[in-house]
């Protein structure tokens, strides 16, 4: 089984609707990442969480919220999703590290979103 | 713009040439990574070096990191056809215990 698992892998939706992306992760790290793929645009930060009380947003947190229900789950929502949120979404967990800073990223499969 | 910018954009080379990436970046960092990226799937780490390091060896990777330049490259030797992929340097921006992504290298292997 993968270490880092997203749910759904593809979902094709309407303009208004309501989605949920998940992630759920075995390898008992701390952090957790939701990036936005875009061609040309390389990966950005949407939100990232360092435990289940902590939620940070990224650079391009606006139109999304995120939910950590437990060390082990960080789930992306767009509450009325529009066409510009089309985009591969990845999540990301990693450990912690007072000396390097940000370690390796362990990246799941990634579940890709259109919006009509 | 991003705070880390890859060049060149595209890189095509023949199978047993070395593959050189390049990778520049605005603001202290703490570390940088490299990933690597086949179509579509999610990304897989390939190295990390350290702020206070220079050079780096994994198998056939080097990377390079020149703090006074604020740039980083990613030599692959005798590439092969499978290493085809987009190729990404993330910087560990110092004090915000995250990284910023480039916009990556598209590398393609003719064999």
């Known amino acids: 089984d993968a270490d880092v698992t997203q749910t759904p892998r593809n979902r094709i939706t309407k303009t208004g609707k309501r989605i949920m992306l998940e992630c759920s992760q075995t390898k008992g790290h701390d952090r957790m990442y939701w990036y936005r793929q875009d061609p040309g645009l390389g990966l950005r930060l949407i939100y990232y969480?360092?435990?289940?009380?902590?939620?940070n947003k990224g650079e391009i947190s606006d139109g999304y919220s995120v939910s950590r229900q437990a060390q082990a789950k960080f789930s992306l929502s767009l509450e009325s999703a529009i066409p510009n949120q089309t985009a591969l979404y990845f999540c990301a967990t990693t450990g912690t590290s007072a000396v390097i800073g940000t370690g390796e990223l362990f990246f799941g499969e990634g579940s890709r979103l259109t919006v009509l | 713009s991003q705070q880390g910018e890859e060049d060149p954009q595209a890189l095509s080379i023949q199978e047993g040439e070395n593959a050189t990436m390049n990778c520049s970046y605005k603001?202290?960092?703490?570390?940088l990574q490299w990933y690597r990226q086949n179509s579509g799937r999610g990304l897989v780490h390939l190295i990390l070096i350290r702020s206070n390091e220079r050079e780096k060896h994994s198998g056939r990777l080097r990377v390079t990191l020149d703090t006074s330049k604020k740039s980083s490259s990613l030599l692959i030797t005798a590439s092969r056809a499978a290493d085809t992929a987009s190729y990404f340097c993330a910087t560990g921006i110092q004090g915000a215990q995250k990284l910023v992504f480039g916009q990556g290298t598209r590398l393609t292997i003719n064999p």
């Open positions: 603001t202290s960092i703490n570390n």
């Open positions: 969480s360092f435990d289940v009380k902590d939620i």
